[in-house]
């Protein structure tokens, strides 16, 4: 679904920009006929299920895009900095990706929604670090049973241990909660981070 915000701003981008804009959005669309779009802090863009998938912005002399999961989805392109998203300052559309390259970033977005992987934090955003959840009696004693996974989960930094701790938290039945223990057991004793399918692809 389309936005009429969305036909006026790039409308009304520098000549350059529309472009940019118009094929961007048309390759987002073609990837992922159900996403829907929005204007979020003064910028389009696309959201699927209720969460954002990516978004675009024109400026004065260049334009920028960039997926929500950032990294997880593109793998580092080495274009990301502040305000720029994760293909850097867009003057031409052809410096952007390919269609089949953004389709399958698109698709790896789509993934990480729906099981519903959280964005990286970043280091030291905001003025508070957020508290260290309380450990799980029962994620303790599996970690305790299992020195390998022990190891590696009390050598990852606070913000690995908690993507592991919500995981399983978030488990609504008593027995996904299990399974998720145990996978998350697995996982550990392998030296991986939760989201590890995602990392490298």
Same mark, same amino acid.
């Given at each position: 679904?389309?936005?009429?915000?969305?036909?006026?701003?790039?409308?009304?981008?520098?000549?350059?920009?529309?472009?940019?804009?118009?094929?961007?959005?048309?390759?987002?669309?073609a990837a992922l006929p159900d996403v829907d779009e929005d204007m979020k802090w003064g910028m389009p863009t696309f959201v699927y299920k209720g969460k954002i998938v990516c978004n675009? #912005?024109?400026? @004065? $002399?260049?334009?920028?895009? !960039?997926?929500w999961h950032g990294e997880m989805v593109t793998g580092g392109t080495g274009?990301?900095?502040?305000?720029?998203?994760d293909l850097g300052r867009i003057t031409s559309v052809d410096q952007l990706p390919d269609e089949k390259t953004i389709a399958a970033w698109? #698709?790896?977005? @789509? $993934?990480?929604?729906?099981? !519903?992987?959280?964005?990286?934090?970043?280091?030291?955003?905001?003025?508070?670090?957020?508290?260290?959840?309380d450990m799980i009696p029962a994620f303790q004693a599996a970690l305790d049973g299992n020195m390998a996974a022990k190891t590696t989960y009390e050598?990852?930094?606070?913000?690995? $241990?908690?993507?592991?701790?919500?995981?399983?938290?978030?488990?609504?039945?008593?027995?996904?909660r299990h399974k998720r223990i145990a996978q998350a057991i697995e996982w550990l004793a392998a030296g991986k981070r939760r989201n590890w399918k995602y990392e490298n692809c």
């Open positions: 679904m389309t936005d009429r915000n969305i036909d006026t701003y790039i409308a009304e981008a520098q000549p350059f920009a529309v472009p940019i804009l118009q094929t961007l959005r048309a390759r987002v669309h675009m #912005a024109a400026f @004065k $002399r260049h334009a920028t895009f !960039g997926f274009a990301r900095m502040a305000a720029m998203g698109i #698709a790896k977005a @789509k $993934r990480l929604i729906e099981d !519903g992987v959280k964005p990286p934090h970043v280091e030291g955003r905001g003025k508070h670090p957020k508290p260290e959840l050598g990852f930094p606070p913000s690995s $241990r908690r993507e592991y701790l919500e995981w399983i938290i978030d488990a609504k039945r008593t027995e996904t």
